[in-house]
């Protein structure tokens, strides 16, 4: 990419389970290092807005409890000299129809149970009327603690 100033693309595909989570994970923390982010913020909002991402897009399925239920696109931005300035990630085709429905065995996405839990922890599921003795049929398929 620096060499010969061209853009560059990886992709990173494979089956369920197969560590491509995982995978897109080493690789943007391995170029946030070698891009030499100009400041340590930056650095981290590269690397935590993953796992922000993944909260809303991935779920528990038979194979995976971290699937990740859509595509994304990750564009990192670098200078001329090869620093990571900035990203900007997309998501495409997501599993939308799993809020409502999820098959047996499997779950909603995570940010809702995260949600629930940050709720039922701070006594505050009555406020937005939800049950705190029957979680909210998205999440039927899940025994969830009180805290």
Known sequence: MATYNTDQCIVISGESGAGKTESAHFLVQQ???????NNRTLQEKILQVN???EAFGNASTIINDNSSRFGKYLEMKFTYGGTVVGAQISEYLLEKSRVINQAS?????HIFYYVYAGLAQKK???HYKLS????????????????
């Open 31 to 37: 170029l946030t290092v070698l891009g030499k982010a």
């Open 51 to 53: 796992n922000l991402l």
């Open 105 to 109: 065995g499997e779950k909603n996405f």
């Open 124 to 126: 505050k599921l009555a």
């Open 132 to 147: 705190e003795s029957k979680p909210p049929r998205y999440l039927q398929h899940e025994k969830i603690k009180m805290m």
